[in-house]
């Protein structure tokens, strides 16, 4: 018998919500042949295996177990790929010291894949420096991309930049920060290039249509100046999202032809005219955009349309919100926050436990599912915190944290 039931919003699902559920699913490798790697020569071959497999059958799914520090110079390559899962073991790293030659900066550069999550990895660069260098990561010409719970940190050029064609894209529980003091006197002329998230390259890209983005429970913590993210052309999603940090110039940049929507996120950090909560960011000067702010804390309900409909994710996908009063307590718990806090296990399935929720409605229940903690499925629930799934007979999801005795 149930002693007590907890509320369990969407975000805390083990599944994409939102972008990366819709006009398909994002799986990965569905946990499917796993491999541990602890070194750069081993990913890379890991990777490349990995890309034969989707020349050869673009059926074909991988597993890959990132295990202590791998460090880089320059870009690492995951290229025309399909079907992966890369999950950071807990304490693994990707690190790049490299700042002042902008060739070999850059984590990770994603180009051309297909149904790719990246869960629980820790991103750490040398520190912001405006020398047009590399992104922590770099998605380009994707779709159907999962990142969640990762850390990105000090990233050279950007955290993680999102450009070219990418499109269906979830970034749900990450944490983006700046750990290392800027570095002045860059070729780009910023002096401070603490600037997160890129969403969009130019005012002139063929992206229209293209970087529909759900930020779910992301927090931009302390050393964000700008871009978080600035977004052009996408329609973009920020859901419960965390903006705590003092050196803010803006938060979330209204760029050309954006359509943003920003649902019970918190502004903690101490706006005014100097530290804004969002900005018209275009470099091109045309005015075609528009944006909502819905129950948020730290900006009044606001919205404004030129030109462009405005986005309403309720009209595409299902979600359920927190309330922005919960926000800041649960993306900062060291425990169960956001970045990458999963507890993820050598060779054990996390992800494909939990299937992607996409279908809308409430009809009748026809199955009930348990997962423990971790996301593996039980049997039963048994005694301790479980995730209840009611699947419904429409094929909608309905679910909570339950406690048994």
Request: overall charge negative; aromatic content about 10%.
């Given at each position: 018998?149930?002693?007590?039931s ?7 699902y ?46 074909q799914?991988m ?27 807990p ?19 994603m ?6 999550i ?31 719970h990762?850390?990105?940190?000090d ?9 070219n ?6 970034v ?7 750990l290392?003091?800027?570095?002045s ?32 429970c ?25 903006y705590?940090?003092?050196v ?11 359509r943003?929507?920003v ?6 950090f ?17 005015n ?15 919205k404004?349309n ?27 718990d ?13 060779g ?25 903690m ?6 039963n629930?048994?005694?301790?915190l ?15 944290k339950i406690l048994?005795?």
């Amino acid at each position: 018998m149930l002693v007590s039931s907890i509320t369990m919003y969407a975000i805390d699902y083990n599944t994409p919500i939102g972008w990366a559920s819709v006009d398909g699913t994002t799986i990965g490798g569905n946990d499917e042949n796993p491999v541990v790697v602890s070194t750069l020569s081993e990913l890379t071959t890991a990777l490349k295996t990995a890309r034969n497999n989707t020349k050869q059958d673009d059926q074909q799914k991988m597993t890959i177990y990132i295990k202590g520090e791998i460090e880089t110079s320059g870009y690492i390559s995951l290229q025309d790929t399909k079907n992966l899962t890369i999950y950071g073991l807990p304490g693994s790293t990707f690190i790049n010291n490299n700042r002042n030659d902008k060739s070999l900066t850059g984590i990770l550069l994603m180009k051309r894949c297909e149904n790719i999550i990246l869960r629980n990895l820790t991103f750490r660069s040398a520190g912001a420096y405006d020398i047009d260098g590399n992104d922590n990561l770099t998605l380009q010409s994707s779709n159907h991309i999962w990142v969640d719970h990762c850390d990105f940190q000090d990233g050279v050029d950007g955290n993680f930049d999102c450009n070219n064609q990418a499109t269906n894209v979830t970034v749900s529980w990450c944490r983006f920060r700046y750990l290392i003091a800027p570095k002045s006197g860059g070729s780009g002329g910023s002096n401070d290039h603490r600037f997160s998230n890129l969403w969009g390259g130019s005012d002139t890209a063929a992206d229209d249509g293209y970087l529909n983005t759900t930020f779910v429970c992301c927090w931009w913590d302390e050393g964000c100046r700008e871009r978080m993210p600035r977004v052009r052309f996408g329609r973009v999603h920020m859901l419960n999202c965390l903006y705590s940090s003092s050196v803010t110039s803006y938060a979330i940049g209204v760029g050309y032809k954006s359509r943003i929507c920003v649902d019970n996120s918190v502004f903690s950090f101490t706006v005014n005219s100097s530290h804004k909560v969002w900005k018209y960011a275009s470099t091109s000067g045309q005015n075609d955009h528009s944006y909502q702010f819905r129950n948020c804390q730290g900006i009044a309900d606001t919205k404004h349309n030129a030109v462009e409909d405005y986005f309403n994710p309720d009209d595409i996908y299902s979600y359920d919100i927190m309330p922005s009063d919960e926000v800041e307590e649960t993306l900062t718990d060291e425990e169960n926050g956001a970045g990458a806090t999963l507890n993820i296990k050598e060779g054990e399935p996390f992800t494909t436990s939990i299937e992607n929720a996409t279908a809308n409605g409430n009809k009748n229940s026809v199955k009930t599912i348990y997962h423990n903690m971790s996301g593996q499925k039980v049997t039963n629930a048994s005694k301790g915190l479980f995730i209840q799934t009611e699947v419904m007979e429409d094929g909608s999801m309905r679910k909570k944290k339950i406690l048994v005795p």
